[in-house]
């Protein structure tokens, strides 16, 4: 069980070990900065179940979405980092703006400075997505699912809501650089035999682009 599925069974991205609340936060003291760092994960895998639907309508009509959706998710994670940066403590909070000078040249990336390396959908998707290895923290386990989208989406019709558990582990135990796709593709069709029949009954979806 993980930390995020031990609060919504649905949010199952990431092998995290659960944090049980110390007695000073159960009494209502200041959470520690690992409290804030769970509250943070579940928040944002959250707000992507919300925003799941909205960027699902797109794709079924074959379309991406554009900047309009892109901001919306942009602000709605920057909400929830607002919120969780002002409880963390001051040194926490002194190694993430040191942690945003290097990597974003700022406090925190802004969805300009995104948009100079990353297109609406990238973007949208990102913001859904925790890191903080860098600083000792645990994700939301999100980051993963991208990484396999952004490997296999130039063959492939699949979406990030698409990629399984299945397929990233498969993608994790490829030689770094050399994609196996195929693999990859054919990890996403393994089911448990109690799911078997009733997978079945879905109507399968090529999952494999074509080029005219």
């Not at 069980?1 to 990431?14: D, E, F």
């Not at 929830?80 to 963390?88: F, N, P, R, Y």
């Not at 913001?127 to 492939?156: C, P, R, Y």
């Amino acid at each position: 069980m993980t930390s995020i599925s031990a609060v919504s069974s649905y949010l199952s991205w990431g092998a995290q070990t659960p944090t049980s609340a110390p007695a000073a936060a159960r009494a209502g003291q200041p959470r520690g900065d690992q409290e804030v760092r769970d509250s943070y994960n579940v928040k944002i895998s959250e707000a992507y179940q919300e925003f799941k639907t909205k960027f699902q309508e797109f794709h079924d009509r074959e379309q991406c979405f554009g900047e309009d959706l892109a901001r919306e998710a942009y602000e709605a994670r920057s909400k929830i980092k607002e919120e969780h940066q002002a409880q963390t403590s001051y040194l926490g909070r002194a190694a993430i703006w040191l942690r945003n000078m290097v990597t974003y040249g700022g406090g925190n990336a802004s969805y300009e400075g995104l948009s100079k390396t990353k297109n609406p959908e990238e973007i949208a998707y990102s913001a859904f997505k925790t890191g903080g290895g860098d600083l000792g923290l645990q994700n939301n386990g999100f980051g993963d699912k991208l990484d396999v989208w952004k490997a296999i989406k130039d063959v492939s019709t699949l979406y990030p809501e698409d990629i399984t558990d299945s397929m990233v582990a498969v993608y994790k135990a490829q030689e770094p650089g050399k994609v196996d796709v195929d693999a990859i593709l054919a990890a996403r069709e393994v089911t448990s035999p109690a799911n078997r029949f009733m997978d079945l009954l879905e109507p399968r979806k090529n999952t494999i682009n074509t080029h005219a």
